[in-house]
Each structure stands twice: as structure tokens, then as C-alpha cells.
């Protein structure tokens, strides 16, 4: 299988100690190039994506301001990601959208934050890579006011109206390691009715480590057992899973 983790936090101090081993299983795995996000710790710092694929033929990279960060960013911040939209190794601004789960930042500064970054997004002619938790609604809202162009719905967690929702937006849905959590029954059907041409997958790694790693650092090398249920869910082969995942992300962002 050849496969593309749409969606991982390799600058993530959890892999200080083994990033290249983790890398290199990622390879040995079938893993052939991975989004690194950008996010990091928030501003001032935007580049922890393009550090990292700076590095690796095979790195994709992201920047943009997570809503957990979004009381970090200053008019500087826009400005610096402005730049970074036009670095050739970042193929989408992201992860933006809204948290309501954690409230880090005030759900009013999340909400400028992310229509700003929606802004520069659509001066850069780049996808956006959405966080969305507990906030559908206010993040479909921003979405069809203030979004035009393509984008992903990173680690779907909605139910199949949810998927219909971000479909109808044009959206691509990035399944990750819930999908093999028991209780997740409406993503496993949400998975079962987006159209092939819509589908991706990650590990968001190090979070969401897929059962049986569950409660484990997550890595990109178990990318492949996501890759297997999502196929079952949807009466396929994993193959074909990982054949429309790598063509989907390469339309959608090369
Ligand atoms: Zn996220
Ligand atoms: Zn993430």
C-alpha cells in the first residue's frame, strides 16, 4: 500500500527523542509522504511545518494559527503567515476553525482568527485544513460566509448530516484512528456514505492513537490500520482505500 497521513504533528515534543526512526517506520509502513501541521505552539512561531519538510523530500507542510492559539495572534502574526501561504512546501493554511471543547481562546478571538486566516487562504489561492470541536454549527456559519475554495474537515468526528453538511461545502472528510473506536458508530457511517472522490486519511499523530495502540503515542506507521477498517466500513479493499486517499490528496493539494 502506498499511503499519504494527510494530517500529523511530527514537530510534536514527543517525538524529540526518535523523529527519524518514527519517520523511517513511517516509510517502512507504507507511509510515503505526510502532511506536517504547522500549528506547533502558536505565535510567534508559524513555522514548525516548514522546518520539518524543509528537511524531507517527502514532507508536506501546513502554517496557520489552531484555535487553542488564537489569543497568541497579532497583526504580525497575518502578515508572517501572508508570506509563509507562498513557501513551496506548504500546501494549505491550517489547522484553523473553532474549539468550543476546550475554550483555550475566547470562542470571539477564535472566530476573528479564523475568518482572518480564511482571508488569507483566499489571497494565496490555498485550501484550509479545518479543527473543528463542539462548534459545528458557528464553524459551518463562518464557512458559508466567508469560504469559497477548497478545504478538509481534519479528523471527521461528525455523524452522516454533519458529512452531508461539509460535502455540500465541497469539503474532503480526513478520517483518522476513531474510526476504530466501539463507540464510534456515527463516524463509521458518516465514512460509509462520503463518495470515494471525498476521502482521506490521518493519524493526527501524536493524539488518537487507533485501538489496540489506544492510550499510546500515535505515529504515522499506523496509518495502514485506519486504513483497513475504514475499507471494511465501506466494503472495499484497503487497496483501493489507499489508491483514492494518495490520488484525492494530490488533486486536492499538489
Ligand atoms: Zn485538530
Ligand atoms: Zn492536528
Redesign the pocket.
Known sequence: MRLVDS?C?LDDRQFDEDREQVIERARAAGVERMMA?G?GDGPPDLEPGTRLAERYPFLHATAGVHPHEASKAKPETFAHLRKLARHPKVLAIG?IGLDYHYDFSPRDVQGAVFVEQLRVAAEAGKPIVI?TREAWADTLAVLRDHWRGAGIM??FTGDAAQARDALDLGFKLSFAGVLKYPKADNVREAARITPEDRLLVET?CP?LAPVPHRGKRNEPAFLADTVRRLAEVRGTTAETVAEVTTRNFDRLLL
Do not use: Q
Open positions: 494530517h504533528h501541521i500549528t489547522e479543527h481534519h479528523c493526527d493524539y
